[in-house]
C-alpha cells in the first residue's frame, strides 16, 4: 500500500433515561434561516428569572478572567459593559504582541487576567510569559528545561493556557509542561515557588517550585511494577510501556492543583500499551500530592467489567485532555474524557471502557467519584470529549437546578444536574448499527438526548449532498457511491471489506460538531448557551496494523493491535470539483435556551469562503451565506454575543457582534488575523479590553 495514502496529519463519554420521542431536526433549506429575526423573543428573554448566575469564583477584582474559560463553570462570559453594542464600531487595537521570539505556535492559548497581569503560554516550549495588560509588553517569562520528554510530545505546542490562584495573599501561577512536569510560580516575579513541591534531579530544573508528575501517576500500576529498570526523569515513561504528556493547564478549586493529561495521538497508535491517563490532584500550597482518580478502573472499582479480557491490566490513554471545569462552592471538578488506546478500533479492549468519552464529577478534596455519564460507548470513532463542561444555574419547569452542560463533537449538547448527574431530558439509549471488522465489538446501543435537538448535521444520506447545480449533485453521488452511507455512529470499515467499499461515512465527524477549536458560551443570567459547530463529515478505514505500524518511528507500546487507521481522513471526502460533499451552511452559531431546551435561532458562522464564491462551476449563482469551513471564537459580553469569523467577502477576518436575542449583526470590525479556540475581557485601570487569539499573536481592543 502507498505510504502517502496513511494518515499523518493531526485533528485533534451512564444510565439511559427514559424514553420518549426524540426531537426531529429541522432540516429545512438554510437560506429560510437567514430571513427575518424571531417575533416576540427579546420579550420572553428578558422575562426570564434573574435566578441564573456565574459560579461562584470571581474572589477580589471585577473585571479579572481567572481561568482561561473565564470562570471555573467556563462560561466564556463576561460581565464587563464598557465596551457594549452602542460603542462597538468604535473598537480599535491598542496593542498587539507576537510570539515569533517564543516559536510561533497556533492560537490555543487563552490569556487569564488577575492582579495586574495577564498571563498564558506560548511556543513549543509552552513559555510561561507574564504581560503588561497596557501596553502587551512582556513583564516576564520561564521556560523548563530541555528532557526528551519534551522533545518526543505531540502536543508541545497545544498548550490552552494557565492556571492562577491565590496562597496566602500571594498571586501562584500555575503550568503543566508538554514533559508533564507541573510548576508553581510566583506571579509577580515568575520565580519559581519556595518550599513548594519536590526537587527534580536534573541538571537546569530549580530545587523548588516543581512535581515530576510521572512518578505519582504509575506509582501503583501494574506494568510500572513490573518493569525492570530504574526511573529515569528525563526519559519518563519508557516507550515500551506507555507514553504521557499534557495539553490544557491544571484547574485550582479550594486549595487543590487538579491535572488532566493526554496521550499521543489515537490516530497515530498502533500497539495496545499505553499509559492510562489518571487525575492527579495536588496541595496548591506545598504542591504535594493529594489524590488519584483511576480512569480505567482496577478490580474492585465502579466500572471495572466494562473491560472484558484482562484489557485493564495493558491498555490506557482515556486522558482528559481538553481542559477542566469545577464548582468550588460544591466542591467539585469535572473531568471530561478522551477514548481508549487507537482511535477507530478497539476489538483488543471489548466493552464499554469506562470511564473513556465521559463526563466524570469528582470530590475536589479525595478525587471519589460523585457521579459519570458516559458519552460514547466503546469509541471508535474519536469522539472524544473535546471542550470543557460549561456551569451555570437554569430554571426548568420551575425548579431552579445547577447544572452543567456537555458540547462534543457529535453536535449533541448533554445536560445534567451538576450536584446529582441526574440528566435534565431524558437521555435514552438507541441502537445503533454493528461493525463488520474481524475482531470489533462494538456497543449495540448509544445514549441521544431527547432534548436539547443536535445543532448540526446527524448522518449522511443522498439528501445531505451537494446540489448547487445537477451536474455536481451527480457528481457527489458518483463519489459517494465509494463508501457507505448511513448514520451518525456509522462504523468504520476494514480494507477488503465484503462491498469492497473505500470506507464509510459517518456525521458529524472527528472535524464537525464542537471541536476544542471553537468552544460553547453562555449566558449565565439567561440561561442561553451558544454553540458554534462544523457541518464536517468523516471517513476512516483501518488496515492491518502492521502496515501501519511500520511507518512510525517511535511507536509506543509492544504488541501491535490487528488493525488501526491507515485510510481516510479528518476533514472528510472531498466533494466534486474541491467543492465541500456536502450542504452548506457549512458551520454555524446555534443558541439554544436551556431553560427549555429549545433552539431559538442559528445563523451562519460568518459568509462564504471566497474559493466557493469564484467557482467556475457556480458563476451566476445566488449563493447565501454558507459560514466558514471552520470553527472560530465565541464570547458573552452583557448585551451582545461576539464572535470570530471570516466575512462576506469570503476573506478578510473580522469580530462580529451580534444580537444576543435574534442572531442579527450589530456590528463588526476588520481585525488582522482569524481569530479562533477563544477571547477574554478584563478591566485594567479603568479601561476594559477584549484580547483576540490569532495565529502568533495577541490582539488587544479597546475603545479609545
Known amino acids: 500500500m ?56 470571581r474572589p477580589g477584582e471585577l473585571g479579572s478572567w481567572r481561568y482561561i474559560g473565564g470562570d471555573a463553570g467556563h462560561t466564556r462570559s463576561t460581565p464587563l459593559n464598557q465596551i457594549d453594542a452602542s460603542n462597538f ?21 487563552t490569556p487569564v487576567y488577575a492582579n495586574g497581569k495577564l498571563f498564558t503560554v506560548a511556543g513549543p516550549r509552552r513559555h510561561v510569559v507574564a504581560l503588561d495588560p497596557t501596553t502587551g509588553e512582556i513583564v516576564w517569562s520561564f521556560r ?48 519559581p515557588l519556595e518550599d513548594w513541591g519536590t526537587p527534580v534531579p536534573l541538571e537546569g530544573f530549580a530545587t523548588t517550585g516543581v512535581v515530576d508528575l510521572i512518578p505519582d501517576l504509575i506509582a501503583d500500576w501494574g506494568p510500572w511494577l513490573e518493569w525492570d529498570e530504574p526511573y529515569d526523569p528525563y526519559r519518563g515513561i519508557p516507550l515500551e510501556l506507555g507514553y504521557i504528556t499534557n495539553s490544557s493547564p491544571p484547574i485550582v478549586v479550594n486549595g487543590t492543583v487538579i491535572v488532566g493529561n493526554s496521550a499521543e495521538q489515537g490516530y497515530n497508535q498502533t500497539r495496545q500499551e499505553n499509559v492510562p491517563g489518571d487525575i492527579l490532584a495536588y496541595d496548591a500550597r506545598t504542591g504535594e500530592h493529594k489524590w488519584k482518580f483511576h480512569v480505567i478502573p482496577r478490580p474492585g472499582e465502579f466500572g471495572h467489567d466494562t473491560w472484558e479480557n484482562d484489557a485493564w491490566t495493558y491498555s490506557g490513554d482515556v486522558s482528559s485532555w481538553a481542559p477542566l471545569s469545577a464548582d468550588p462552592e460544591r466542591g467539585i471538578v469535572y473531568v471530561p474524557t478522551n477514548a481508549a488506546t487507537i482511535d477507530f478500533y478497539g476489538g483488543f479492549q ?23 455519564f458516559q458519552m460514547v460507548h466503546h469509541d471508535v470513532w474519536n469522539n472524544d470529549t473535546p471542550t470543557a463542561p460549561l ?22 449538547l448533554y445536560s445534567f444536574n451538576r450536584e446529582t448527574g441526574e440528566p435534565i431530558w431524558p437521555i435514552e439509549e438507541r441502537a445503533v448499527p454493528a461493525s463488520e471488522v474481524p475482531g470489533e ?46 448514520p451518525i455512529y456509522n462504523p468504520p470499515l476494514h480494507v477488503g471489506n465484503a462491498d469492497g467499499l473505500r470506507g464509510s461515512i459517518w456525521c458529524p465527524g472527528e472535524l464537525g460538531g464542537t471541536n476544542i477549536t471553537g ?137 462580529f457582534a451580534i444580537d444576543k436575542a435574534t442572531g442579527a449583526r450589530l456590528g463588526s470590525l476588520e481585525v488582522p488575523g482569524l481569530g479562533m479556540y477563544g477571547m477574554m475581557s478584563y478591566m485594567h485601570e479603568g479601561r476594559q479590553r477584549i484580547i483576540l487569539q490569532i495565529p502568533g499573536r495577541l490582539v488587544a481592543l479597546s475603545v479609545p
Not at 433549506?29 to 424571531?38: D, E, K, Q, S
Not at 520528554?149 to 503550568?175: C, F, L, N, Q, T
Not at 471489548?350 to 459519570?372: C, K, M, Q, Y
Not at 445547577?402 to 453536535?411: D, E, G, I, L, R
Open 350 to 372: 471489548p466493552g464499554d471502557n469506562l470511564f473513556s468519552a465521559s463526563l466524570i464529577a469528582l470530590d475536589v478534596e479525595t478525587g471519589e467519584r460523585l457521579w459519570h
Open 441 to 486: 465489538r462494538l456497543s449495540p446501543t448509544q445514549p441521544f438526548p431527547t432534548k436539547p435537538a443536535p445543532y448540526d448535521l446527524h448522518g449522511l444520506s443522498a439528501d445531505d449532498l451537494i446540489d448547487f447545480t445537477p451536474e455536481l449533485r451527480e457528481q457527489a453521488l458518483e463519489i459517494v457511491s465509494e463508501y457507505r452511507l448511513g
Open 519 to 655: 468552544p460553547p458560551a453562555a449566558d449565565p443570567l439567561t440561561g442561553i448557551i451558544y454553540t458554534i459547530s462544523r457541518t464536517n463529515c468523516g471517513w476512516r478505514t483501518v488496515v492491518p496494523g502492521v502496515e501501519r505500524d511500520e511507518l512510525l518511528e517511535r511507536p509506543t507500546g509492544t504488541t501491535v493491535a490487528d488493525y488501526a487507521v491507515g485510510l481516510g481522513t479528518p476533514g472528510g471526502v472531498p466533494g466534486p470539483q474541491g467543492l465541500p460533499l456536502e450542504k452548506p451552511p457549512y458551520s454555524r452559531i446555534t443558541a439554544i435556551d436551556l431553560n427549555t431546551g429549545e433552539h431559538l435561532w442559528w445563523i451562519p458562522n460568518g459568509g462564504t469562503p471566497r474559493f466557493i464564491q469564484d467557482h467556475p462551476a457556480l458563476r451566476g449563482l445566488d449563493i447565501p451565506p454558507t459560514g466558514n469551513l471552520n470553527h472560530s471564537a465565541l464570547m458573552v459580553a452583557p448585551d451582545m454575543l461576539l464572535h470570530t469569523a471570516i466575512g462576506d467577502d469570503g476573506e478578510t477576518t473580522y469580530l
Open 391 to 412: 456551569l451555570m444555574d437554569v430554571t426548568v419547569d420551575g425548579e431552579r437546578i445547577p447544572a452543567v452542560f456537555q458540547a462534543t463533537k457529535q453536535a449533541m
Open 2 to 57: 502507498d505510504a502517502t495514502s496513511f494518515i499523518d496529519a493531526p485533528t485533534k463519554d451512564g444510565t439511559p433515561g427514559l424514553s420518549c420521542d426524540p426531537r426531529a431536526v429541522t432540516r429545512s433549506h438554510w437560506r429560510a434561516a437567514l430571513l427575518g429575526a424571531v417575533g416576540g423573543l427579546w420579550l420572553g428573554l428578558t422575562a426570564l428569572p434573574a435566578t441564573s448566575q456565574h459560579v461562584n469564583d
Open 144 to 191: 523548563e528545561p530541555n528532557t526528551f520528554r519534551w522533545e518526543y510530545s505531540m502536543r508541545a505546542p497545544w498548550g490552552k493556557g494557565v492556571a492562577y490562584a491565590e496562597v496566602d495573599g500571594r498571586g501562584v501561577v500555575y503550568i503543566v509542561t508538554p514533559a508533564f512536569f507541573l510548576h508553581a510560580l510566583d506571579a509577580e516575579t515568575g520565580k
Open 89 to 109: 464600531d468604535q473598537l480599535e487595537i491598542e496593542w498587539i504582541w507576537s510570539d515569533t521570539s517564543f516559536g510561533t505556535t497556533p492560537p490555543r492559548s
